[in-house]
Nanobody, 121 residues
Framework: QVQLVESGGGLVQPGGPLRLSCTAS????????MAWYRQAPGKQRELVAT???????NYADSVKGRFTISRDSAKNTVALQMGSLKPEDTAVYYC???????????????WGRGTQVTVSL
């Protein structure tokens, strides 16, 4: 069974930085695209950033230039370095990954449980 566990959320002041991390565990053969999503109260879950196996990244327009996604394939981790945070960045942030495991014949998509990020004075 695969688990994605996020960490690093919390309360931060506007303009401040915060770093989220996510670790995948289980009988993993390979991890393909890794991503961060977020969901604010009353809103749909939205894509924040993705990173492929080759390291190619994509960002939502709302976070370009402020957030950086990175991964450590040896450790099965993905991180999201957030800067210049705004109150509208307040949301639950979810880790997401496409993973091939020993038990599956094809890769499947997995979600973490989320970590709360609150940007406020």
């Amino acid at each position: 069974q695969v688990q994605l566990v996020e960490s690093g959320g919390g309360l931060v002041q506007p303009g401040g930085p915060l770093r989220l991390s996510c670790t995948a565990s289980g009988t993993i053969i390979s991890i393909y695209t890794m991503a961060w999503y977020r969901q604010a109260p009353g809103k749909q879950r939205e894509l924040v950033a993705t990173i492929g196996q080759s390291g190619i990244t994509n960002y939502a327009d709302s976070v370009k230039g402020r957030f950086t996604i990175s991964r450590d394939s040896a450790k099965n981790t993905v991180a999201l370095q957030m800067g210049s945070l705004k109150p509208e960045d307040t949301a639950v942030y979810y880790c997401n990954a496409d993973i091939l495991t020993l038990k599956q014949l094809s890769r499947r998509n997995y979600w973490g449980r989320g970590t709360q990020v609150t940007v406020s004075l």
